[in-house]
């Protein structure tokens, strides 16, 4: 019932948000509207919007750029947010960027924008018998963004395509359910209620780790995809792009000096994720996680195609994609990406 009660809010929060912004004008160049989820992952987003370097990169443009920052979650949220118009740039996994891309090939053509950073992902489990995916039974729910369409999700329905081949690839997705990441991580720390693992991102499944001594990792993204990958993407319209060149270019450069200001000042980043976030974190534990050797923040993406091409043979999008530039941009920082 817990999880319930958060997917019908999470649902009627969603769907309101959307119906108000189908009535929304559209943007002109110089305004941009970005959705972000929770979670570390964001913090190119987080330093971006904390020293304002979208506006700088604008007025080296000659654009003065007005940027609003749209909190969601889950990548179905997103995307409807996306198509209804409500936002310009949409940031969630990998799997939901592949659904839109698919779904709207040869109409909108969204596409790929920039990679957020490689973080490996944990499926947690507070559940002592649970050591293996194999271990699940239907008396367990597993919590994650979006059934069926978060980067978890699919991550989760390949490694269970390797464990009971192809066909029952969505095997646990019965027992999945959509709840948001800080909520996910009270239910496996606190314990209580019938959620018994959480497919998460940094740094929540590191709380979880931390504060719950039941709590174990059962399965990490980068074993599944076999190696450091981008898990976590931002994508947009191709009209966007066309229609705003300037704010565009302005969006990719913040990010790019974001990425570096990050990798030359961990220290700072962590104070800008605790303060942009809000965020009641160890600073240390978030520190551990922003210098962990297997994180790196940058922009291009690596390792997205293993996903691409799993969700295209088992039938969840229609469209093979011959390379990550099919569903990226043809932008510089993607040439050399995977």
């Known amino acids: 019932m817990f999880a319930k009660r958060l997917l019908s809010a999470a649902l009627s929060l969603g769907l309101l948000s959307v119906g108000l912004a189908a009535t929304a004008p559209a943007r002109a160049?110089?305004?941009?509207?970005?959705?972000?989820?929770?979670?570390?992952?964001y913090l190119l987003l987080n330093v971006a919007q904390d020293q304002k370097l979208i506006e700088k990169h604008g007025k080296a443009q000659g654009v003065d750029i007005k940027v609003d920052w749209v909190k969601l979650s889950g990548g179905s949220a997103v995307n409807d947010a996306l198509?209804?118009?409500?936002?310009?740039?949409?940031?969630?996994?990998?799997?939901?960027?592949?659904?839109?891309?698919?779904?709207?090939?040869?109409?909108?053509?969204?596409?790929?924008?920039?990679?957020?950073?490689?973080?490996?992902?944990?499926?947690?489990?507070n559940n002592p018998n649970v050591k293996t995916i194999a271990d699940f039974t239907d008396k367990d729910r597993i919590a994650l963004p979006a059934v069926g369409v978060s980067v978890q999700s699919r991550v989760l329905q390949l490694a269970s395509a390797r464990q009971w081949s192809d066909a029952q690839y969505n095997k646990l997705d019965k027992i999945s359910v959509a709840v948001p990441h800080p909520d996910a991580a009270a239910a496996i720390i606190n314990g209580g209620t019938e959620i018994s693992a959480h497919f998460g991102n940094p740094p929540f499944q590191d709380q979880e780790l931390a504060g719950n001594p039941k709590a174990h990792i059962v399965l990490n993204s980068y074993q599944v995809l076999g190696?450091?990958?981008?898990?976590?993407?931002?994508?947009?319209?191709?009209?966007?792009?066309?229609?705003?060149?300037?704010?565009?270019?302005?969006?990719?450069?913040?990010?790019?000096e974001a990425a570096r200001f990050i990798a030359a000042n961990p220290d700072k980043a962590a104070d800008t994720y605790i303060r942009v976030s809000n965020a009641r974190i160890d600073r240390d534990l978030l520190l551990k996680i922003i210098k962990n050797p297997e994180v790196q923040f940058k922009i291009a993406p690596?390792?997205?195609?293993?996903?691409?091409?799993?969700?295209?043979?088992?039938?969840?999008?229609?469209?093979?994609?011959?390379?990550v530039k099919d569903y990226f941009f043809d932008d510089a920082h993607v040439n050399g990406g995977s």
Do not use: C
């Open 227 to 256: 190696g450091p990958s981008s898990a976590t993407v931002l994508y947009a319209t191709e009209k966007f792009r066309k229609d705003n060149p300037k704010t565009y270019k302005a969006f990719l450069g913040a990010l790019d």
């Open 83 to 125: 198509l209804s118009g409500a936002i310009d740039i949409a940031g969630a996994g990998v799997g939901p960027l592949l659904t839109i891309w698919d779904r709207t090939h040869g109409r909108q053509n969204v596409r790929g924008v920039a990679s957020l950073g490689n973080l490996p992902y944990y499926l947690v489990s």
């Open 302 to 323: 690596q390792n997205t195609y293993p996903l691409a091409e799993f969700m295209y043979r088992v039938g969840a999008i229609k469209n093979k994609p011959a390379s």
């Open 29 to 41: 160049e110089g305004q941009l509207r970005i959705a972000e989820q929770f979670g570390v992952v």
